[in-house]
């Protein structure tokens, strides 16, 4: 599989050659945080170190998004929107709410959590073993869920 970086070469030809603008400037930010980081680093990214970029841009456009919806600007929610959806195509397959479940019963049991007291040390078990594949936000609400 080629890396991150060379897929996000080819996917820039293919909008330059579909003449799709909106993709193309969507990709040219990606590739452009990731440069950022080299350049930053002075060093080639290893594909982890690019994920962890990606991931971090894809937070950033779900604040987007929220912020802007909460100011009634839909039409930049969308864009930021079209953003997330083309990062995501990027990123490993996001684990499933019924695919969670189980991971964090396991981990409370472990813990050996009671109550909601207990949150911040069945977060830190479940987050390495799901790392890069589940949203933050996704196992906090499962955690209370089970912890309710």
């Not at 799709?20 to 680093?41: F, G, M, P, T, Y």
């Not at 950033?60 to 930049?76: C, H, K, N, V, Y």
């Not at 790392?131 to 089970?146: M, P």
Request: aromatic share 2%; no cysteine; net charge positive.
């Amino acid at each position: 599989m080629p890396s991150i970086k060379a897929r996000l070469n080819d996917e820039l030809k293919d909008a330059m050659r579909a003449r799709d603008s909106q993709r193309r400037n969507a990709i040219r930010l990606l590739q452009s945080a990731i440069k950022q980081v080299e350049i930053d680093s002075r060093s080639d990214l290893d594909e982890e170190t690019e994920l962890k970029i990606l991931r971090r841009e894809a937070k950033q456009r779900r604040e987007t998004i929220s912020e802007l919806e909460a100011a009634g600007r839909a039409e930049g929610a969308a864009d930021a929107r079209y953003e997330l959806r083309l990062i995501e195509t990027f990123l490993p397959q996001q684990l499933t709410r019924e695919e969670l479940m189980p991971i964090v019963a396991a981990a409370i049991a472990e813990v050996g959590a009671t109550s909601r007291k207990q949150m911040g040390e069945v977060m830190r078990v479940v987050m390495p073993r799901v790392q890069g594949r589940a949203d933050g936000r996704a196992v906090n609400a499962i955690v209370r869920e089970l912890l309710g």
